[in-house]
């Protein structure tokens, strides 16, 4: 599957299920109500590498982007955020994305990457432990689901 880094032209097709995601309020800690004019700032950042997957129609269906977590002596330290278009879970996509962005991280001299705030109950858990991430810590009660109620943030960790 086709896995590209992302220009300009790009966000109109990922800000619908970028709104989708963020609006059912479940896996990231953006506020729901996110502008479109909003969205696109914090994904395609100019500090952000952005990358997106198309499916063998051509429709995009994934996007991903890779950032430094810290800057000035901890910008080696990579962070990442990943959406796949919730009608097309399930068939591999996710994986091939994350398995991209690893490589990416490592090429780019990225020794190692952090997810400050994944949500507990969030399926991605298992995606990222399969790829080696562990859990460093967990804080409690610091997400409002709007399923499971409160629940934590996992802070994720894998040295690349």
């Known amino acids: 599957m086709p896995i590209r880094e992302a220009g300009a032209d790009d966000w109109p ?9 963020v609006a059912a309020g479940e896996t990231y800690t953006w506020d729901p109500d996110t502008t479109e004019e909003a969205a696109r700032a914090l ?4 500090a952000k590498r952005v990358y997106v997957v198309e499916d063998e129609t051509g429709d995009l269906v994934a996007s991903a982007y890779l950032t430094p977590n810290y800057g000035g002596p901890g910008a080696d330290i990579a962070n ?17 994305l994350a398995g991209h962005i690893l490589a990416a991280a490592t090429a780019q001299g990225y020794r190692a990457m952090v997810f400050n705030a994944v949500v507990e109950t ?31 943030l996992h802070i994720m960790y894998k040295a690349l």
């Open 13 to 21: 097709r990922i800000w619908p299920f970028w709104h989708r995601i």
């Open 43 to 46: 994904w395609m950042s100019p």
């Open 80 to 96: 990442a955020g990943f959406m796949v278009d919730p009608d097309r879970g399930g068939r591999g996509f996710g994986r091939a």
């Open 122 to 152: 969030n399926p991605a858990v298992q995606l990222w432990t399969s790829f080696g991430f562990t859990i460093l810590g967990t804080v409690p009660d610091a997400f409002a689901h709007p399923r499971h109620g409160r629940v934590g």
